[in-house]
Every structure is written in C-alpha cells, then in structure tokens.
C-alpha cells in the first residue's frame, strides 16, 4: 500500500511540473506574440499584426476558463509587461 501511495504522489508530481511548464510555456508565448503584433502595427505591417495577434489569442483562449487561468494570466502579463520596459535594441 505505502507503494501505491508513493508512486501516486510521483505521478501526481510529475503531471504537475508538465502542467505548469506548459502554461509558462504558453504565456511566454503569448505575451512575445502578442508584444510583436504591437510592433508590427506601429510599423504599419497590418497583416502580420493581425495573423500575431490571432496566434497570441489562441493560446490565451486555451487557458480560459480553465483551472490554470490564473496562473496563465499572472505568468501572461509579467512577461507582457516584462518585454514592454526593457529598451529595444
């Protein structure tokens, strides 16, 4: 029983670090699209911007109204704020 019970705690572990790694993932690139699309209108490429901006919206929607929205959307826009203040090149 207690191997049952340590191994369901691993497993439950392991899906846990796979889940958060994935909305990382997915905020991060979110917010670099979505910071694109921003670029990519001030330099009039109207096009880009909206097919960047429908990538960015995509990923935002797969985190709605889900358990891991919070935690998308915190993790969303501190990488989204995080690009804006750091001077561009």
């Not at 191994?7 to 899906?15: C, H, K, Q, T, W």
């Not at 997915?26 to 670029?39: F, G, H, M, P, W």
């Not at 990923?59 to 969303?76: A, G, M, Q, S, V």
Request: charged share 30%; net charge positive.
């Amino acid at each position: 029983m207690k191997k049952m019970t340590g191994l369901s705690m691993v497993l439950a572990g392991y899906f846990l670090m796979i889940s958060c790694g994935g909305i990382d993932s997915d905020a991060k690139k979110a917010a670099e699209l979505t910071n694109q699309s921003i670029r990519q209108s001030v330099d009039l490429e109207l096009e880009k911007s909206q097919k960047t901006y429908h990538k960015a919206q995509a990923l935002i929607e797969k985190h709605k109204n889900t358990k891991t929205w919070n935690e998308f959307n915190r993790l969303y826009k501190m990488y989204r704020d995080q690009e804006k203040a750091s001077p561009e090149p």
